[in-house]
């Protein structure tokens, strides 16, 4: 199950970059449409040191796409709604796993064959 999660969230965030949302525009110049209002403010806090700050609402999480515990994932999004925030995950290409270490041109090339 790691697996086909972590091969299904790749999957995602390539057709992501491979499918930007400009796609429709007729000129792909379109410019960005955005609320008035001001950004929102977010951390990745590992050790909690924003814990108590009201002014942040969004909790952002870095996951590596293999090797990636995703039971631990319910434990984030109880953490962030006791604070009122969103979460933003984000997967990397990288791993816990000392033995799976590629060089980055071994990712690259390995991404677009589709190996991944």
């Not at 290409?93 to 799976?100: A, H, R, V």
Request: aromatic fraction near 10%.
């Amino acid at each position: 199950m790691k697996l086909s999660t972590a091969t299904a969230l790749v999957s995602a965030l390539i057709l992501s970059v491979a499918l930007p949302a400009s796609a429709g525009s007729q000129t792909g110049t379109d410019p960005i449409k955005t609320s008035s209002a001001a950004s929102a403010f977010g951390s990745y806090d590992p050790y909690g040191d924003f814990s108590n700050d009201k002014s942040a609402s969004i909790e952002e999480l870095f996951l590596p796409w293999e090797d990636v515990d995703l039971s631990t994932l319910p434990l984030a999004d109880a953490y962030a709604q006791q604070r009122g925030r969103s979460l933003l995950i984000t997967i990397e290409p990288w791993t816990w796993s000392k033995d799976w270490r590629i060089t980055p041109p071994e990712l690259k090339n390995g991404i677009l064959s589709g190996k991944y």
